[in-house]
């Protein structure tokens, strides 16, 4: 099983910006479309943004859609979040996971430990 690990959280201002990470243990990670989910407290993990196996097809939740850039590199099996314009409701634990497809994010792989962002107002 693909083991994720994620990266790169902290607090930040409004408007500020992050750059989360998602490192993968081994290079299957490359056949498989990618998820970010994130999970409020008191509220159910959301998914956010996923990405397709090459790259190539993108799809954002709503919510993100014009902040958040996600993006892989499948020679270093990593996959990326671009988080903009940070708003005080993107505060959330962020986990990344691979996924059945951006249509259809059903997780693949077990959860690992996220990462937290928090964005003061």
């Known amino acids: 099983q693909v083991q994720l690990v994620e990266s790169g959280g902290g607090l930040v201002q409004t408007g500020g910006s992050l750059r989360l990470s998602c490192a993968a243990s081994?290079?299957?990670?490359?056949?498989?479309?990618m998820g970010w989910f994130r999970q409020a407290p008191g509220k159910e993990r959301e998914f956010v943004t996923g990405i397709n196996y090459s790259g190539g097809m993108t799809y954002y939740a709503d919510s993100v859609k014009g902040r958040f850039t996600i993006s892989r590199d499948n020679a270093k099996n990593t996959a990326y979040l671009q988080m903009n314009s940070l708003k005080p409701e993107d505060t959330a634990v962020y986990y990344c996971?691979?996924?059945?497809?951006?249509?259809?994010?059903?997780?693949?792989?077990?959860w690992g430990q996220g990462t937290q962002v928090t964005v003061s107002s």
């Open positions: 996971n691979l996924i059945w497809s951006i249509g259809r994010p059903d997780p693949l792989s077990s």
């Open positions: 081994d290079r299957t990670f490359s056949s498989y479309n």
